[in-house]
């Protein structure tokens, strides 16, 4: 199993980035599938999930900015985040939710203040 995150990149507060996470080896369309974050010092936190019958939920710290999408056709998921702060410095990750061990290399976001 393959998960390639890519996206990242520094802004500023209040811009945008939109990440993208192809799989190989393992079929998103009938699972759900997440974006997870970790920051310097901290554990890895959930931060989107997209249902595998539709459906999305968000930390409470995200919503209203950030919107997680797939394509299954393409066995991708995105995650477009909006007016980003400072606190979403991380790097970010896709994955299985719950997650099966396999996190791949993950995209740094860099949010300036």
């Known amino acids: 199993v393959q998960l390639q995150a890519c996206g990242g990149g520094l802004v500023q507060t209040g811009g945008s980035l939109r990440l993208s996470c192809a799989a190989s080896g393992t079929i998103f369309r009938d699972k759900a599938v997440g974006w997870y974050r970790q920051a310097p010092g901290n554990q890895r936190e959930l931060v989107a999930i997209t249902k595998s019958a539709g459906g999305t939920i968000y930390v409470n710290s995200v919503k209203g900015r950030f919107t997680i999408s797939r394509d299954n056709a393409k066995n991708t998921v995105y995650l477009e985040m909006n007016n980003l702060k400072p606190e979403d410095t991380a790097t970010y990750y896709c994955?299985?939710?719950?997650?099966?061990?396999?996190w791949g290399q993950g995209t740094q976001v860099t949010v300036s203040s």
């Open positions: 994955s299985h939710y719950p997650s099966m061990g396999y």
